[in-house]
């Protein structure tokens, strides 16, 4: 449901189901304060971050405390995904239930270099049982190798090592046999694939959700308004995992957006110190951080493609039906988790204003659209422009 008046359009705050905001242990890249206003800004209410911080965080405890700090900022509320596995020695955590009690919103194996599928497959188990979703990085690490960059033409004529497009096919498709398997044995597991990069994996999932699999994906921004190409640069702002893939790829990825397969974006922040994305493509971090820009970037490429309504439903009500929340609403009675956004002026990026404490961005003084104007998360102000 859209309200257009006064040139502002009201909607429901946004969710992210996909950040990193380094809390704890690696503040210098991000932490809460900093990662939660900048998603305010960028009109969310609501944060799923990763659990690839230091340490890890994989018990209540961590959770606990994390869920306070945040309700304590004002900003964007705080959701934690936590690790299947405690202590990162590879086994499946057998008490998710503490973690889930303690306010973990879903389980993931994203940035944990977890390549044991017996474990994926008893994390599933055990989060369906609990009736929560794992999510997935899905990336095969012995694919990737030392890829800086999609393997295809570019990476050759570059001369750089790639990463092959069936990283990610070959993973997606474990996955998705160990979910088909444990659902023929009646078990209620649910599966998550993070920022689906290419058109074969896209294919895979299409694939299972005709055969009834509960599986969702989502898919990035950077993968829909960026190519391999702009790795001729050199620049590792550019460097991402997965990596920013072809010209099909992006054009795949936006036909299922349009058609219903692909179930909400997310953004994947991941920021990182300007010294280390300043560090040659082999030697850089991965990771791009734009949850400030992601509305306006969306809504500046692909509004008239995806229209108002279907590129919000990505951003809020999509992102609630694959963590099984109620979808948002601006009925009466409702929390008031909205965000005004002006849908029209034109604006250049200035990462100087970012709240994040990544200052820089590849969309760096390039004019958007569909800026947040005021972001409200449980009635009050978590961002208002000016
Ligand atoms: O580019 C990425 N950055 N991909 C990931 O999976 C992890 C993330 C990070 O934590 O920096
Ligand atoms: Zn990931
Ligand atoms: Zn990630």
Request: hydrophobic share 40%; glycine share 10%; charged share 25%.
């Amino acid at each position: 449901e859209v309200i257009d008046g006064q040139g502002g359009t009201l909607a429901p705050a946004l969710v992210e189901l996909h950040a990193h905001l380094r809390e704890p242990g690696q503040t210098e890249k991000e932490d809460l304060a900093s990662g939660l206003a900048a998603a305010a800004a960028g009109g969310y209410g609501t944060v799923v971050c990763m659990p690839n911080t230091r340490p890890v965080i994989d018990d209540p405890a961590t959770v606990r405390a994390l869920i306070e700090k945040a309700e304590g900022l004002g900003f964007a509320r705080l959701k934690p995904a936590a690790a299947l596995t405690r202590g990162q020695k590879g086994e499946a955590l057998a008490e998710l239930s503490y973690l889930k009690e303690a306010g973990a919103a879903m389980f993931t194996d994203d940035g944990l270099t977890n390549e044991d599928a017996r474990v994926l497959r008893l994390g599933l188990e055990y989060a369906g049982s609990l009736g929560m979703v794992v999510s997935v990085h899905a990336e095969d690490a012995t694919l990737r190798a030392g890829g800086v960059m999609n393997e295809g033409p570019v990476s050759e004529a570059l001369g750089l090592p790639g990463n092959p497009a069936a990283a990610e096919a070959a993973r997606v498709a474990r996955d998705l046999e160990i979910l088909a398997g444990l659902r023929e044995q009646g078990r209620s597991a649910r599966l998550h694939i993070q920022h689906l990069s290419t058109a074969r994996a896209l294919d895979l999932v299409r694939e299972a959700k005709a055969r009834g699999l509960p599986v969702s994906c989502e898919v990035c921004p950077h993968h829909l308004d960026l190519t391999d190409e702009a790795l001729r640069s050199f620049d590792a702002v550019y460097k991402v995992a997965p990596p920013l893939r072809t010209r099909a790829d992006a054009d795949h990825l936006l036909q299922g957006l349009l058609d219903g397969s692909v179930d909400c974006l997310a953004t994947d922040h991941a920021p990182h110190t300007r010294a280390e994305k300043e560090r040659d493509l082999l030697e850089a971090p991965s990771g791009i951080a734009y949850i400030e820009l992601a509305f306006p970037l969306m809504w500046t490429r692909f509004g008239e493609r995806l229209g108002l309504e279907q590129l919000l439903d990505l951003m809020t009500a999509g992102p609630c039906r694959v963590m099984g929340w109620p979808e948002p609403s601006l009925d009466a009675g409702a929390p008031a988790d909205l965000v005004v956004l002006d849908l029209h002026t034109e604006r250049a990026v200035n990462p100087a204003e970012f709240k994040s404490k990544a200052k820089f961005t590849p969309w760096q003084g390039q004019t958007l659209r569909g800026w947040p104007l005021l972001t409200v998360v449980g009635g009050r102000v978590a961002y208002w422009r000016g």
